[in-house]
């Protein structure tokens, strides 16, 4: 069976359509996955024993399993074991979420000491309380120094969107298939769902690449 590029051509606009919902639950699930990281950056910081030792196991299995895996925990586990259901859209993002803080903050964690600590200890001899030290002298430049794995980041966050599709959220991949089995021609919608993933995350690379170069610029001068 040959390849038809005009069922590529004729597959892409549903795809395009169902990417939007990819781009929501990523955007959610990422801005969730940034406040979560913190959170643990933070709590890790306290150097409470019996909250690392947890925040570690817990980061081991992230690490250890495939996210689909954990799709699959949240959305059938959890109704099983709590009786508690939720949409598939909901669970989807609440699982990228939970698996991209942990990401998240490692990468905090592997940039907090490029931070001047003498700025620090300045602050706490200042009388500055802890709260005040992290939101307008730690974070603020953590963020920044991060934005680049940040992105790299997103674009796994992206890619991720595609596997809610097993949970029958409609989404771009979903939908491709959806296409292919109505017209028994299933290669072609994939490359066109594959078309929109990589132009979503060339484009998010791209404003990476941006704001990298503009803290370069700045740090120039």
Do not use: C, H
């Not at 200890?121 to 992290?134: D, N």
């Amino acid at each position: 069976m040959k390849l038809d590029p005009t069922l590529i051509v004729a597959a892409f606009p549903r795809v395009l359509d169902a990417a939007l919902i990819n781009i929501r639950i990523a955007v959610i699930a990422l801005i969730l996955a940034l406040i979560g990281g913190t959170l643990l950056t933070v709590l890790r910081s306290l150097k409470i024993g019996a909250i690392n030792q947890l925040i570690a196991l817990m980061l081991s299995f992230i690490r250890g399993t495939p996210l689909l895996v954990q799709i699959f925990l949240v959305y059938y586990g959890l109704p099983a074991a709590t009786g508690i259901k939720l949409p598939p859209e909901v669970a989807g993002i609440i699982t990228i979420a939970i698996n991209s803080s942990f990401f998240i903050t490692e990468i905090m964690r592997g940039s907090l000491p490029e931070i001047d600590a003498g700025q620090i200890e300045a602050s706490t001899a200042l009388g500055l309380r802890p709260r005040v030290i992290w939101t307008k002298i730690v974070l603020p430049q953590l963020f920044r120094r991060i934005t680049p794995m940040l992105i790299n980041e997103g674009t796994v966050v992206v890619k991720g969107t595609a596997l809610l599709s097993v949970i029958t959220v409609v989404e771009a991949l979903r939908v491709a298939q959806q296409i292919g089995a109505a017209r028994f021609r299933p290669f072609e919608p994939i490359i066109a769902a594959a078309a929109v993933f990589l132009a979503a995350n060339l484009l998010l690379t791209l404003v990476g690449w941006l704001v990298e170069r503009r803290f370069a610029r700045e740090q120039r001068r």
